[in-house]
């Protein structure tokens, strides 16, 4: 039975089971991570990984084995990120849920649905930023007011996988920008670094601009992918790396468009999942009580003066990149 402030036709449990069963399908950069794996408390923690690129000797008859030595390791720790967002349901709908309109109660339900739909969205576009934040520029950093946070996680890339181009190799320049050589050689440092497979390089239509007009390009359209072109509009491989436009974007605090990868950037990874996400305890109302559940979360409660009706989504997350050698986050531009 509901408690006092929870919505009949949505309790506690009902709702979370609602918001997870919301589809995130636009969201490229949840598909590079693995997870979310839960941690007990608000700490993640995770080693970076490093490939080997030794030999060994080969061994005789009655020889003891040959001595390695331990594997470096980075030990990288952080507290979760929080993220808290709700509303408040009008009078009109929440009618409705309580069953004041008995005609009306499935329109009340479904907007209900809907704006948890929106609290959802708003969640994972955050979640979406953070992601690409840390694999554009290779850290995390949040400086934030109100409320006061301030984060700072740095996921350990080296100098050659944040390339800059010269000013004559950018994309932009399509008389002189090289980007086919560039791509082979991002494939090359990947390879090296990590032992991992080049697979993907995710770039925005402002990207996909710059290689299509480019002169070696054009050259390369009238023999090898100009039917990629014609097909999609788009080169969809190049150098053995499946270019994927991610025009996907958000709303900043100014009111601003802002892409998640921005225009001037290109990100290669590895076919391999180059990270990881964990999740941790959140606090919900449960009854009159209330308790801790992992992860994406959302309850309801009703404020006495004034009498509001409010629905909660939060979560408790981080993102982690485990191989920073799978990525190299060039800007092209």
Same mark, same amino acid.
């Given at each position: 039975?509901?408690?006092?402030?929870?919505?009949?036709?949505?309790?506690?449990?009902?709702?979370?089971?609602?918001?997870?069963? /919301?589809?995130?399908?636009?969201?490229?950069?949840?598909?590079? /991570?693995?997870?979310?794996?839960?941690?007990?408390?608000?700490? +993640?923690?995770?080693?970076?990984?490093?490939?080997?690129?030794?030999?060994?000797?080969?061994?005789?008859?009655?020889?003891?084995?040959?001595?390695?030595?331990?594997?470096?390791?980075?030990? *990288?720790?952080?507290?979760?990120?929080?993220?808290?967002?709700?509303?408040?349901?009008?009078?009109?709908? %929440?009618? /409705?849920?309580?069953?004041?309109?008995?005609?009306?109660?499935?329109?009340?339900?479904?907007? @209900?649905?809907?704006?948890?739909?929106?609290?959802?969205?708003?969640?994972?576009?955050?979640?979406?930023?953070?992601?690409?934040?840390?694999?554009?520029?290779?850290?995390?950093?949040?400086?934030?007011?109100?409320?006061?946070?301030?984060?700072?996680?740095?996921?350990?890339?080296?100098?050659?996988?944040?390339?800059? @181009?010269?000013?004559?190799?950018?994309?932009?320049?399509?008389?002189?920008?090289?980007? @086919?050589?560039?791509?082979?050689?991002?494939?090359?440092?990947?390879?090296?670094?990590? #032992?991992?497979?080049?697979? %993907?390089?995710?770039?925005?239509?402002?990207?996909?601009?710059?290689?299509?007009?480019?002169?070696?390009?054009?050259?390369?359209?009238?023999?090898?992918?100009?039917?990629?072109?014609?097909?999609?509009?788009?080169?969809? %491989?190049?150098?053995?790396?499946?270019?994927?436009?991610?025009?996907?974007?958000?709303?900043?605090?100014?009111?601003?468009?802002?892409?998640?990868?921005?225009?001037?950037?290109?990100?290669?990874?590895?076919?391999? +999942?180059?990270?990881?996400?964990?999740?941790?305890?959140?606090?919900?109302?449960?009854?009159?009580?209330?308790?801790?559940?992992?992860?994406?979360?959302?309850?309801? /409660?009703?404020?006495?003066?004034? *009498?509001?009706? #409010?629905?909660?989504?939060?979560?408790?997350?981080?993102?982690?990149?485990?191989?920073?050698?799978?990525?190299?986050?060039?800007?092209?531009?």
């Amino acid at each position: 039975m509901p408690y006092l402030g929870e919505l009949s036709s949505f309790t506690t449990r009902q709702m979370t089971e609602t918001v997870r069963l /919301f589809p995130q399908n636009a969201y490229l950069g949840k598909s590079l /991570f693995s997870g979310p794996k839960p941690v007990v408390g608000k700490t +993640a923690a995770w080693d970076v990984v490093e490939g080997t690129r030794t030999l060994a000797p080969f061994g005789v008859k009655a020889s003891e084995a040959h001595i390695q030595k331990i594997k470096k390791r980075k030990r *990288i720790t952080s507290e979760l990120l929080i993220i808290n967002e709700k509303k408040a349901i009008d009078e009109e709908t %929440r009618h /409705f849920l309580e069953k004041i309109g008995e005609f009306d109660e499935p329109y009340g339900e479904d907007l @209900l649905t809907d704006e948890l739909a929106n609290l959802v969205r708003t969640v994972e576009n955050t979640k979406e930023w953070a992601r690409w934040y840390a694999m554009t520029r290779g850290k995390l950093d949040i400086q934030q007011t109100d409320p006061a946070l301030s984060l700072s996680i740095d996921y350990g890339f080296t100098a050659t996988h944040k390339p800059e @181009l010269a000013t004559n190799r950018r994309w932009s320049e399509a008389s002189t920008a090289k980007p @086919l050589s560039d791509i082979l050689d991002w494939r090359r440092l990947i390879s090296r670094d990590s #032992w991992l497979t080049p697979g %993907r390089m995710y770039l925005t239509s402002v990207g996909m601009q710059y290689l299509v007009e480019n002169d070696s390009i054009q050259t390369l359209l009238q023999y090898t992918v100009g039917n990629q072109l014609a097909a999609s509009g788009v080169i969809t %491989r190049l150098g053995g790396t499946d270019i994927i436009v991610y025009d996907i974007n958000y709303v900043d605090g100014d009111g601003n468009v802002q892409q998640y990868i921005p225009d001037d950037m290109a990100v290669m990874v590895a076919s391999e +999942a180059i990270g990881e996400e964990f999740m941790g305890p959140v606090d919900v109302m449960d009854g009159e009580a209330v308790r801790k559940q992992m992860g994406l979360s959302s309850y309801s /409660f009703a404020t006495k003066d004034p *009498i509001d009706q #409010w629905i909660v989504v939060k979560d408790a997350w981080l993102p982690a990149i485990k191989i920073p050698d799978g990525i190299v986050a060039a800007r092209i531009r």
